[in-house]
Structures are given as structure tokens and as C-alpha cells.
């Protein structure tokens, strides 16, 4: 199975600034990443498909890059409302499989 | 408005069955594919087991093949998720998900219902 690997656990960071989170896949996936965001009690909602599409009604700040192993989701001016876990996930291969999640909190 | 409504989650003891159901309406139900995800208190998602629209299809993570059955009554726009023999470890919220598209990613989730397996 592939595995996803999510660093920082947690991002402590301030409203305004710039969270860049990453996810590494265990082997190459290509492009076949997507990114959530989960705030607490609540199911998650799909950001970012196929590693830098944002997905429908997303705002601009949140965006998605890489390929192959290397995944990165950057929010470029932290709202109030950002403040949540964040999910990366491959479609590349069977079984489907998740990242453990980051954390960004309020600093 | 797409909404998927799960049911069906209980506190059942070790060994016990459970079935759980979503309730899909807001989209064409029978061309998705459907999935479970679950989620252990306090910790990350993990996906449980998908199907494709017409059912010619199905997918699971390998730690509930044998226990666990996915279906869906396309009449019914419905899925369901027969979990037998369950386990201490499989206490968590259980998501019932859509595809975005033909492709698997999950666009709609459900609110979730809770599977607790305790004695």
C-alpha cells in the first residue's frame, strides 16, 4: 500500500500568515493527489484534486503543487476560518489510503 | 443540494454485526461511485471500501476483507456497509462519500454515524 507521510504534525502560525503544508507518498503516484480540510465535529471538504485543481467554490488562497512522491498545500494569507486539520489522499492505487493529517492552530 | 444522510451506527460487542445505510438524493445516484471512510476518535481518516455506480466493482482496505460488505440498491439510491465480527479497532465515525466524478476523490460527505465496539 502507499503510504502518505504529513509534515508538521502541527503548524502553529498567526492569521495573515502563510501555512505551507506537505504530504510524501511512499512511491510515485504522479498526480493523483488530493487535499481536505476538517474542522472539529465535521466531515471533511475536498480543496484541491488531482494535486493543484482547486476543487468547486475553494477560495484562490488555498493552492496545491507537486507530482510524483512530493505534495505541497499552501494557503497564502491565513484566514480565521483556515484554522483546521488538513488530509492528503492518493487515488493512484488500491487500497485508496490517507495521510495522518496536519494540524494548523492559532499561534 | 447533493446530502447523504449514514444511520445505522450503534455500540455493539466484539464479534457483533452491524449494518449501516446512506441515504444519497441530490444527484444521479446509480453513475458515482460510493464509498466508506471511517475515522478513530482523535485520529486520521481512513478509507474502508468503494463501489462503482453499477455495482461491477468493489474495493477494500485490507483490514475488514472478510468482515466487511459494501452494497447499493440503485433504486433505492442507497449504500450500505454489512460489518460483521467487528472489533475493538473498528470504533470509529463512519463517513459515506461521493466521487467526484469518475474518479476517486470524495466531493460530498455524509455528517456520519458513530460505530462504538465495547463490552
Known amino acids: 500500500e502507499i503510504v502518505l507521510t504529513q509534515s508538521p504534525a502541527t503548524l502553529s502560525l498567526s492569521p495573515g500568515e502563510r501555512a505551507t503544508l506537505s504530504c510524501r507518498a511512499s512511491?510515485?503516484?504522479?498526480?493523483?493527489l488530493a487535499w481536505y480540510q476538517q474542522k472539529p465535529g465535521q466531515a471533511p471538504r475536498l480543496l484541491i484534486y488531482d494535486a493543484s485543481n482547486r476543487a468547486t467554490g475553494i477560495p484562490a488562497r488555498f493552492s496545491g503543487s507537486g507530482s510524483g512522491v512530493d505534495f505541497t498545500l499552501t494557503i497564502s494569507s491565513l484566514e480565521p476560518e483556515d484554522f483546521a486539520v488538513y488530509h492528503c489522499?492518493?487515488?493512484?492505487?488500491?487500497?485508496?489510503?490517507f495521510g495522518g493529517g496536519t494540524k494548523v492552530e492559532i499561534k | 443540494e447533493v446530502q447523504l444522510v449514514e444511520s445505522g451506527g450503534d455500540l455493539v460487542q466484539p464479534g457483533g454485526s452491524l449494518r449501516l445505510s446512506c441515504a444519497a438524493s441530490?444527484?444521479?445516484?446509480?453513475?458515482?461511485?460510493m464509498s466508506w471512510i471511517r475515522q478513530a476518535p482523535g485520529k486520521g481518516l481512513e478509507w474502508v471500501a468503494s463501489?462503482?455506480?453499477?455495482?461491477?466493482?468493489?474495493y477494500y482496505v485490507d483490514s475488514v476483507k472478510g468482515r466487511f460488505t459494501i452494497s447499493r440498491d440503485n433504486a433505492k439510491n442507497s449504500l450500505y456497509l454489512q460489518m460483521n465480527g467487528l472489533r475493538a479497532e473498528d470504533t470509529a465515525v463512519y463517513f459515506c462519500?461521493?466521487?467526484?466524478?469518475?474518479?476517486?476523490?470524495?466531493?460530498?460527505w455524509g455528517q456520519g454515524t458513530v460505530v462504538t465496539v465495547s463490552s
Open positions: 441530490g444527484f444521479t445516484f446509480t453513475i458515482y461511485w
Open positions: 462519500a461521493k466521487s467526484y466524478g469518475d474518479i476517486i476523490y470524495f466531493d460530498y
Open positions: 512511491q510515485s503516484i504522479s498526480s493523483y
Open positions: 489522499q492518493q487515488r493512484s492505487k488500491w487500497p485508496v489510503t
Open positions: 463501489m462503482k455506480g453499477d455495482g461491477s466493482e468493489k
